[in-house]
């Protein structure tokens, strides 16, 4: 028993202690995909090679990839400019081979560039042992900036869906009924289907999907990437109902109430 309990405390260390690594290693990726981006704008070869990950390999590949880069610099500028800003979208670490290829020890990091008016993608695999680029690829993505006015103003409903959760859970925390616990799981899980807003993609309707955490899901990373969404508050509105017409058991009251 007492293994167990040291056991546990060690793992959750080494839990924490690897997601705050990670972190780190994204704002370090986002710096020096950034500083990538800007040398390849700039054809500033040698600082691309610079940055990536090269140890061991001979001077004739070194000018094979800087060949290779001119032609990703041509698409990059004709596409989007040489004026560009970036945005995190995602990171994935790879702790097994994955469907592409892509090996462990390696993180798939994606980026937003864009321009006043356009918006690309860039996703860059670095080797996490050396922290350098292992390949950089300019994704098959250019699309009009969105209107994010719609978006933020989409973001009333799933706050108001949000407010009328909790409110039901204060209501269900001030009452006398019995088994309170259940009440509680129906307001958090039963929230279900889903309407979501994509800022590109526009309105969703997701049947089967649930939302758990309160029936709202945000996220903001890339345009692609950012959503609202809700998932009808089912579980509120019943247990809400239930408590106004008196129907669940309580402390005091040992009977449901009749009609």
Avoid at 47 to 75: E, F, P, R, W
């Amino acid at each position: 028993m007492k293994k167990i309990k040291l056991i546990i405390p060690a793992i959750l260390l080494t839990v924490l202690l690897g997601g705050c690594s990670f972190i780190g290693n994204v704002f370090s990726y986002k710096d020096t995909s950034k500083q990538f981006c800007e040398a390849l704008i700039h054809e500033d070869y040698n600082k691309c090679t610079s940055l990536m990950d090269l140890q061991g390999v001979n001077a004739q590949y070194v000018d094979t990839i800087q060949k290779s880069l001119k032609l990703v610099h041509q698409s990059l500028v004709q596409n989007f400019g040489t004026k560009l800003d970036y945005s995190f979208e995602t990171a994935q670490k790879t702790f097994s081979t994955r469907s592409d290829g892509t090996a462990p020890g390696q993180t798939v990091f994606r980026m937003q560039v864009s321009n006043a008016t356009e918006f690309g993608e860039v996703q860059v695999i670095f080797n996490d042992k050396s922290q350098k680029i292992f390949n950089f690829n300019l994704l098959d993505v250019k699309q009009k900036i969105p209107n994010m006015t719609t978006f933020w103003l989409f973001a009333i409903i799933p706050l108001l869906i949000l407010a009328l959760n909790i409110y039901v859970i204060v209501q269900i925390r001030r009452s006398n009924i019995k088994r309170k616990w259940l009440k509680y799981l129906a307001v958090i899980l039963l929230n279900v289907p889903t309407i979501g807003y994509n800022a590109v993609g526009g309105i969703f309707f997701k049947l089967l999907s649930v939302q758990i955490l309160f029936g709202l899901t945000f996220a903001y990373t890339g345009y692609l990437n950012s959503v609202w969404a809700f998932g009808v508050p089912l579980g509120s509105l019943f247990v809400l109902f239930m408590l106004k017409m008196g129907y669940y058991k309580t402390k005091d009251a040992g009977s449901i109430k009749e009609d």
